[in-house]
Protein backbone atom coordinates (compact mmCIF):
# COMPACT_ATOMS: atom_id res chain seq x y z
CA UNK A 1 0.00 0.00 0.00
CA UNK A 2 1.54 3.25 -0.84
CA UNK A 3 0.83 6.66 1.11
CA UNK A 4 0.90 10.23 -0.08
CA UNK A 5 3.50 10.56 2.98
CA UNK A 6 6.19 8.85 0.92
CA UNK A 7 6.21 11.77 -1.52
CA UNK A 8 4.96 14.91 0.92
CA UNK A 9 8.04 17.51 2.06
CA UNK A 10 9.92 16.83 5.26
CA UNK A 11 8.27 19.78 6.57
CA UNK A 12 4.59 18.87 6.18
CA UNK A 13 5.52 15.17 6.97
CA UNK A 14 6.94 16.56 10.16
CA UNK A 15 4.00 18.02 11.86
CA UNK A 16 1.58 15.55 10.76
CA UNK A 17 3.45 12.05 11.65
CA UNK A 18 6.22 13.69 13.98
CA UNK A 19 10.09 14.26 13.47
CA UNK A 20 11.23 10.38 12.74
CA UNK A 21 14.14 11.10 10.75
CA UNK A 22 15.64 12.77 14.36
CA UNK A 23 13.40 10.62 16.70
CA UNK A 24 13.26 7.46 15.49
CA UNK A 25 10.76 4.64 16.44
CA UNK A 26 12.39 3.38 19.99
CA UNK A 27 11.07 4.69 23.48
CA UNK A 28 13.78 6.05 25.28
CA UNK A 29 11.95 5.12 28.69
CA UNK A 30 14.30 7.81 30.42
CA UNK A 31 12.91 10.75 28.28
CA UNK A 32 11.13 13.21 30.39
CA UNK A 33 8.69 13.51 27.44
CA UNK A 34 7.59 9.87 27.29
CA UNK A 35 7.66 10.36 31.27
CA UNK A 36 5.40 12.90 31.33
CA UNK A 37 3.24 10.91 28.44
CA UNK A 38 2.75 7.84 30.73
CA UNK A 39 1.71 10.40 33.45
CA UNK A 40 -0.84 11.96 31.54
CA UNK A 41 -2.15 8.67 28.95
CA UNK A 42 -5.22 7.75 31.00
CA UNK A 43 -6.40 11.39 30.95
CA UNK A 44 -5.44 11.56 27.37
CA UNK A 45 -7.06 8.53 26.47
CA UNK A 46 -10.28 9.39 28.29
CA UNK A 47 -10.66 13.21 26.65
CA UNK A 48 -9.68 12.28 22.87
CA UNK A 49 -10.55 8.47 22.70
CA UNK A 50 -13.93 7.64 24.98
CA UNK A 51 -16.22 10.74 23.94
CA UNK A 52 -16.95 13.07 20.72
CA UNK A 53 -15.44 12.31 17.46
CA UNK A 54 -12.78 10.04 18.79
CA UNK A 55 -15.39 7.71 20.54
CA UNK A 56 -17.02 7.34 17.05
CA UNK A 57 -14.04 6.81 15.17
CA UNK A 58 -12.56 4.01 17.41
CA UNK A 59 -16.37 2.35 17.44
CA UNK A 60 -15.92 2.14 13.91
CA UNK A 61 -13.75 -0.53 13.87
CA UNK A 62 -14.98 -2.10 17.25
CA UNK A 63 -18.00 -3.19 14.45
CA UNK A 64 -15.96 -5.97 12.91
CA UNK A 65 -16.45 -7.98 16.21
CA UNK A 66 -19.63 -8.80 15.44
CA UNK A 67 -18.65 -10.77 12.55
CA UNK A 68 -16.90 -13.86 14.32
CA UNK A 69 -18.68 -16.58 16.60
CA UNK A 70 -17.32 -16.18 19.95
CA UNK A 71 -18.98 -18.59 21.58
CA UNK A 72 -17.13 -21.84 23.58
CA UNK A 73 -13.81 -20.15 21.82
CA UNK A 74 -10.50 -19.32 23.57
CA UNK A 75 -9.60 -15.64 23.40
CA UNK A 76 -6.34 -13.34 23.76
CA UNK A 77 -6.72 -9.76 23.53
CA UNK A 78 -3.51 -7.49 22.94
CA UNK A 79 -3.89 -3.97 25.02
CA UNK A 80 -7.93 -4.27 26.34
CA UNK A 81 -8.03 -1.13 27.27
CA UNK A 82 -11.36 -0.63 28.91
CA UNK A 83 -12.85 -3.36 26.99
CA UNK A 84 -15.43 -0.52 24.88
CA UNK A 85 -15.42 -3.22 22.52
CA UNK A 86 -17.39 -5.81 24.47
CA UNK A 87 -20.69 -4.48 23.39
CA UNK A 88 -20.31 -5.77 20.16
CA UNK A 89 -19.17 -9.77 20.95
CA UNK A 90 -21.20 -12.32 19.36
CA UNK A 91 -21.39 -15.01 21.94
CA UNK A 92 -19.51 -16.17 25.18
CA UNK A 93 -15.96 -17.23 24.98
CA UNK A 94 -14.72 -20.34 27.31
CA UNK A 95 -11.54 -18.25 28.53
CA UNK A 96 -10.52 -14.79 27.66
CA UNK A 97 -7.17 -13.76 28.48
CA UNK A 98 -5.74 -10.49 28.58
CA UNK A 99 -2.22 -9.06 27.92
CA UNK A 100 -1.12 -5.48 28.49
CA UNK A 101 1.45 -3.17 29.67
CA UNK A 102 -0.64 -0.73 31.86
CA UNK A 103 -2.02 -2.84 35.08
CA UNK A 104 -5.10 0.15 35.64
CA UNK A 105 -6.80 -1.02 32.49
CA UNK A 106 -6.22 -4.77 33.14
CA UNK A 107 -8.14 -4.17 36.45
CA UNK A 108 -10.94 -2.13 34.60
CA UNK A 109 -11.10 -5.03 32.35
CA UNK A 110 -11.13 -8.31 34.61
CA UNK A 111 -14.60 -6.18 36.12
CA UNK A 112 -16.34 -5.98 33.01
CA UNK A 113 -15.43 -9.69 32.24
CA UNK A 114 -16.34 -11.11 35.90
CA UNK A 115 -19.66 -8.80 35.50
CA UNK A 116 -20.53 -10.81 32.43
CA UNK A 117 -19.70 -14.45 34.28
CA UNK A 118 -16.45 -14.68 31.65
CA UNK A 119 -13.60 -16.76 32.70
CA UNK A 120 -10.42 -14.67 32.49
CA UNK A 121 -7.00 -14.76 32.53
CA UNK A 122 -4.51 -11.43 33.22
CA UNK A 123 -1.02 -11.22 31.91
CA UNK A 124 0.97 -7.83 32.58
CA UNK A 125 3.52 -7.40 30.41
CA UNK A 126 6.72 -5.47 31.68
CA UNK A 127 8.69 -5.81 28.80
CA UNK A 128 6.45 -3.86 25.88
CA UNK A 129 9.80 -4.71 23.19
CA UNK A 130 9.63 -8.47 23.67
CA UNK A 131 6.98 -9.96 21.10
CA UNK A 132 6.31 -13.16 23.25
CA UNK A 133 3.94 -13.67 25.40
CA UNK A 134 4.43 -15.71 28.86
CA UNK A 135 2.35 -19.01 29.24
CA UNK A 136 0.71 -18.61 26.40
CA UNK A 137 1.61 -22.12 24.05
CA UNK A 138 1.46 -22.76 20.69
CA UNK A 139 -1.39 -23.52 18.31
CA UNK A 140 -3.69 -22.87 21.63
CA UNK A 141 -6.10 -19.51 20.68
CA UNK A 142 -9.24 -19.96 18.69
CA UNK A 143 -8.71 -15.79 17.98
CA UNK A 144 -6.49 -12.90 19.15
CA UNK A 145 -8.38 -9.64 19.40
CA UNK A 146 -6.10 -6.49 18.42
CA UNK A 147 -7.68 -3.25 18.68
CA UNK A 148 -5.67 -0.18 18.36
CA UNK A 149 -2.44 -2.07 19.18
CA UNK A 150 -0.46 -3.57 16.21
CA UNK A 151 0.55 0.38 15.72
CA UNK A 152 2.71 0.54 18.90
CA UNK A 153 4.38 -2.66 18.43
CA UNK A 154 8.10 -2.32 17.33
CA UNK A 155 9.32 -3.94 15.21
CA UNK A 156 6.21 -5.33 14.52
CA UNK A 157 7.12 -8.49 12.40
CA UNK A 158 8.43 -10.71 15.67
CA UNK A 159 5.20 -10.03 17.06
CA UNK A 160 3.05 -11.00 14.55
CA UNK A 161 5.25 -13.66 13.96
CA UNK A 162 4.70 -15.12 17.28
CA UNK A 163 0.52 -14.31 17.19
CA UNK A 164 1.03 -16.28 14.46
CA UNK A 165 2.39 -19.83 16.54
CA UNK A 166 -0.29 -19.33 19.07
CA UNK A 167 -2.94 -19.77 16.80
CA UNK A 168 -5.21 -22.83 15.93
CA UNK A 169 -5.75 -24.42 12.59
CA UNK A 170 -8.05 -21.72 11.55
CA UNK A 171 -7.43 -19.52 14.51
CA UNK A 172 -8.28 -16.00 13.47
CA UNK A 173 -6.68 -12.31 14.39
CA UNK A 174 -9.30 -9.92 14.34
CA UNK A 175 -8.89 -6.18 14.91
CA UNK A 176 -8.29 -2.77 13.65
CA UNK A 177 -5.57 0.01 13.85
CA UNK A 178 -5.94 3.29 12.68
CA UNK A 179 -4.80 4.71 9.25
CA UNK A 180 -1.42 6.35 10.72
CA UNK A 181 0.81 7.47 7.86
CA UNK A 182 -2.22 8.71 5.99
CA UNK A 183 -2.89 11.96 5.24
CA UNK A 184 -6.49 11.97 6.58
CA UNK A 185 -5.17 10.67 10.03
CA UNK A 186 -2.58 13.01 10.56
CA UNK A 187 -4.50 16.11 9.60
CA UNK A 188 -7.55 14.72 11.81
CA UNK A 189 -4.58 14.74 14.84
CA UNK A 190 -2.96 18.08 14.12
CA UNK A 191 -7.06 19.27 14.51
CA UNK A 192 -7.61 17.00 17.65
CA UNK A 193 -5.45 15.19 20.15
CA UNK A 194 -2.28 16.94 18.91
CA UNK A 195 -4.03 20.42 20.22
CA UNK A 196 -5.24 18.09 23.38
CA UNK A 197 -1.24 17.75 23.92
CA UNK A 198 -0.62 21.55 23.32
CA UNK A 199 -3.02 22.86 25.61
CA UNK A 200 -2.70 19.91 28.36
CA UNK A 201 1.13 18.76 28.73
CA UNK A 202 4.74 20.60 28.01
CA UNK A 203 5.55 17.06 26.46
CA UNK A 204 6.81 17.72 22.62
CA UNK A 205 3.93 16.05 20.38
CA UNK A 206 6.67 15.57 17.15
CA UNK A 207 8.60 13.08 19.15
CA UNK A 208 5.77 11.00 21.31
CA UNK A 209 3.62 10.39 18.33
CA UNK A 210 6.92 8.89 16.74
CA UNK A 211 6.93 6.53 19.72
CA UNK A 212 3.26 6.40 20.12
CA UNK A 213 2.73 4.80 16.50
CA UNK A 214 5.99 3.60 14.91
CA UNK A 215 3.85 1.25 12.07
CA UNK A 216 2.32 2.81 9.90
CA UNK A 217 -0.91 1.58 8.07
CA UNK A 218 0.91 0.28 4.83
CA UNK A 219 3.63 -1.55 6.72
CA UNK A 220 0.58 -3.47 8.95
CA UNK A 221 -1.38 -4.39 6.26
CA UNK A 222 1.25 -5.26 3.97
CA UNK A 223 2.57 -7.97 6.58
CA UNK A 224 -1.05 -8.95 7.86
CA UNK A 225 -1.50 -9.68 4.12
CA UNK A 226 1.69 -11.34 3.84
CA UNK A 227 1.29 -13.90 7.01
CA UNK A 228 -2.24 -14.33 6.97
CA UNK A 229 -5.34 -15.01 4.90
CA UNK A 230 -7.71 -12.07 4.41
CA UNK A 231 -11.01 -13.21 5.85
CA UNK A 232 -13.27 -10.06 5.94
CA UNK A 233 -11.76 -6.65 6.00
CA UNK A 234 -13.18 -2.55 5.73
CA UNK A 235 -11.89 0.77 5.74
CA UNK A 236 -13.67 3.62 7.49
CA UNK A 237 -15.06 6.18 6.75
CA UNK A 238 -15.03 5.90 2.82
CA UNK A 239 -14.95 2.09 0.77
CA UNK A 240 -12.47 3.38 -1.18
CA UNK A 241 -9.16 0.82 -0.03
CA UNK A 242 -6.86 3.76 0.80
CA UNK A 243 -4.80 4.62 4.01
CA UNK A 244 -4.51 8.32 3.16
CA UNK A 245 -8.74 9.07 2.45
CA UNK A 246 -9.76 6.84 5.29
CA UNK A 247 -9.45 7.08 9.45
CA UNK A 248 -9.85 3.32 10.42
CA UNK A 249 -8.86 -0.34 8.85
CA UNK A 250 -10.54 -3.31 10.30
CA UNK A 251 -10.29 -6.64 10.13
CA UNK A 252 -10.22 -10.83 10.48
CA UNK A 253 -7.86 -13.27 8.95
CA UNK A 254 -6.99 -16.35 9.40
CA UNK A 255 -4.00 -18.58 10.24
CA UNK A 256 -2.70 -19.87 6.53
CA UNK A 257 -2.90 -23.62 5.94
CA UNK A 258 0.25 -25.35 6.78
Keep these: MMLLSNYLPEKINKVLFGDRSKFGYEVDYKDKDWIEWESVYYDFYSNTQKKGVGKYVNDSGYKIFKEFNFQDKV ?9 PHLNFMNGTPS ?15 EKKLENLGIQFEN ?3 KNRQDPQIPNIKNNSLDAIVTFYSLEHLYPLEPFLNEYEKYLKKDGVIIGAVPCEGGLAWGLGRFLTSRRWLKKNTTLNPDKIICWEHPNFISLIKDLLDDKFEIVKNRFFPLRVKSGDFNLVYSFIYKKKSQ
Design 75 to 83: ILEIGPGSL
Design 95 to 109: KYIMVDVDEDFLKIS
Design 123 to 125: ILI
